[in-house]
C-alpha cells in the first residue's frame, strides 16, 4: 500500500492541537483534560461517522493499563475493515482478505487524541469559544468551538464529557460554517464497564496474515534534513515529522507533516516511476484535498484536510533543499 491510502486513514483519524485563554474556565484546560481522557482512560463504544451521504457506523475499544495502551476500531455496518494498534505497530484489515498492511513505524492513536507541544502556536490560526453542552450517549458535555481565522484550514466543534474529558461528538465546519463531517458516539462505556476480550479481532487470528508496510521509520523534524520540502507555507503551518528511508540508492522517498496545531498535511516526495501514469492536479476525497505534481523525475503529493487552495499552494512551493 502506497502512502496515500495510509493518508486517507489519516484523514478519519486526525489530531488536533489547541490552546486559548477565556474567563474562568479555559479552552486549554478542556483540550489538556481531553488529550489525557482519550489516551490514558479506558474506554469503549459505538459511533457514527457522517459525511454526505456516507453513514458509517464502528465500534472503538481501548484499553490503557501496566500493559501499554492498545487499541482496536472494527466497522459495524458495511464492507468489513478492522484497525489494530498495540506495542507491534499498526495493522489495518479490510474485507474477507486474509491479509493487511502492518507497520510497526507508526505507533500513534488510531482514534481521537491531542498532541499538546506546541498549542501556543495555534491561537494565531484559530478562534476558540467555549459553550453550554448536551446530553450525548448518557453524558453531560461541554462544547468548545474552534473557528480558523482565514480560508486555509477548516473549522471544528467539540462535546467533551463534563466529568471525563473524553470525545463525545465532533463536528468538522467548511468555510462558510456548513457541516463537512460529523461523529458522535451513541454508547460509550469507561473504566471497569469495559471488556477487554473485543480487543480480540479477526485481524488477530492465526489464520490472517499481515504485508508489512514499505514506510521508513518516523523521526522527529530536525533529526534528518528533508531533500525536498516547501519553499513557503500558509500562515501558522510548521514542520511537525519528517520520515526518509535514508540512502537507498535511486528510490528516493521522503514524507513530511507540517501543521498550524490543529490541522495536518501530509507531503510525499516519491520516485515518478512507481506511478508514472498518475495525472497532475487537484482531487477531493472525501473531507480531504489532494494535490499531484510530476517534479523532474519525482511525483509529489499533498494531502490533508484542509482547503484546497492550501495543499496547493504547499504543492506548488516544494523544491529541493538548498545545502
Known amino acids: 500500500m502506497r502512502p496515500l491510502a495510509l493518508a486517507g486513514i489519516a484523514g478519519l483519524l486526525m489530531t488536533l492541537a489547541i490552546p486559548a485563554a477565556l474567563a474562568g474556565e479555559t479552552a486549554s484546560e478542556w483540550l489538556e483534560r481531553m488529550s489525557a481522557a482519550m489516551g490514558q482512560m479506558t474506554y469503549q463504544g459505538t459511533f457514527v461517522y457522517i459525511q454526505g451521504d456516507d453513514v458509517q457506523t464502528m465500534h472503538i475499544t481501548h484499553l490503557a493499563d501496566e500493559n501499554g495502551t492498545r487499541e482496536r476500531l472494527v466497522s459495524v455496518s458495511g464492507p468489513h475493515r478492522e484497525v489494530v494498534r498495540d506495542a507491534k505497530g499498526v495493522r489495518l484489515f479490510s ?5 493487511g ?52 484550514r477548516y473549522g471544528h466543534s467539540l462535546w467533551l464529557d463534563q466529568q471525563s474529558g473524553l470525545l463525545l461528538q465532533w463536528k468538522l465546519l467548511g468555510p462558510g460554517g456548513e457541516d463537512l463531517a460529523r461523529l458522535m458516539f451513541t454508547e460509550l462505556k469507561i473504566g471497569s464497564e469495559v471488556d477487554p476480550e473485543a480487543l480480540r479481532g479477526s485481524g488477530d487470528s492465526a489464520d490472517r496474515r499481515s504485508r508489512p508496510s514499505a514506510l521508513p521509520a518516523e523521526g522527529l523534524a530536525g533529526s534528518r534534513q528533508p531533500e525536498w520540502a ?10 511537525a515529522s519528517h520520515r526518509s528511508p535514508g540512502d537507498t540508492g535511486s528510490d528516493r522517498f521522503e514524507h513530511l507533516v507540517y501543521s498550524d496545531g490543529i490541522a495536518a498535511v501530509s507531503v510525499y516526495i516519491e520516485e515518478r516511476s512507481h506511478n508514472p501514469d498518475r495525472p497532475a492536479g487537484l482531487k477531493r476525497m472525501g473531507t480531504a484535498h489532494a494535490y499531484f505534481r510530476a517534479l523532474d523525475d519525482l511525483f509529489v503529493t499533498v494531502v490533508g484536510d484542509v482547503p484546497e487552495a492550501t495543499v496547493k499552494l504547499i504543492g506548488e512551493a516544494v523544491r529541493p533543499v538548498q545545502p
Open 101 to 152: 498492511l502492518a507497520d510497526p513505524a507508526i505507533n500513534r492513536p488510531i482514534f481521537f487524541e491531542l498532541p499538546i507541544s506546541d498549542a501556543a502556536s495555534a491561537s494565531d490560526s484559530y478562534e476558540f469559544r467555549l459553550l453550554g453542552g448536551q446530553r450525548i450517549a448518557g453524558h453531560s458535555s461541554r462544547r468548545l468551538d474552534i473557528s480558523p481565522r482565514d480560508g486555509y
Open 95 to 99: 474485507g474477507d482478505k486474509r491479509g
Open 230 to 239: 516547501p519553499a513557503s507555507l500558509p500562515p501558522g503551518f510548521h514542520l
